[in-house]
């Protein structure tokens, strides 16, 4: 039997932590998916205008699929909380912005928008518009910023830091694009489409990110050190 603390040993914390980070990812993986479905539903059925307002119009008071939407969007924030529990020991400041990310996320899904979601300095908006906006910028800034962190941090894993890269890359000209647009152009098309840009691309990295991280732990030698071997050879012609 190999002695705890000597190489090769997997101890029976390690082990849990592993498993913990799999079970994380996977779920992850499931909120994002489940939310992603539930947001596109409550956008596609509702009477929406389409591509030239917000995706948050579909949650506004009085919307049939309201509840539908507050449901994919609590489901949006739960995958980035478990996101940031399913990362290996040693990455830092992702956790903590991706935690963030949940909070605003959460926020804007809890305080919704009037009809329209009217923003500055084109339309005037109430209390409650500018915190529901307030917190969806926060909650793509938290998400994008824990994206360049994770590309740049060793100890996420070649797979993480591979999907972390292309990413942040296409969502850090889109955000930019689509706060210029707000600022220059106001509602419409334009600002519409880059939104449901950069909200796509952030499920989809969230999901490879969350299948990512259960596979890596998955394989990890501690998980591995769990599942029962063959019996050798040796041991059989003995």
Known sequence: MVEPGRPGTTTAPTVRADVAR???GSAAAGCAVAGAAAV??????????????YVSEAGIAGSAHALTYRIGILALAAALLLIGAALPPGVWAAP???ATGAVFTAVSGAVTCSAGCPLPP?????VADLVHGGASIAATAAVVFAMVTLAVSGPAGPAVRRLAGPAAALALPLCAAVGLAMLVLGRGTFVGVLERLILALAVLWGVATATALALAAESSPAVRSLTPTAPSDERKSA
């Open 122 to 126: 084109f339309e005037r908006a109430t």
């Open 40 to 53: 596109t539903v409550a956008v596609v059925a509702g009477p929406g205008p389409g591509f030239t307002g």
């Open 22 to 24: 799999r079970v994380a």
């Open 96 to 98: 903590a912005l991706l």
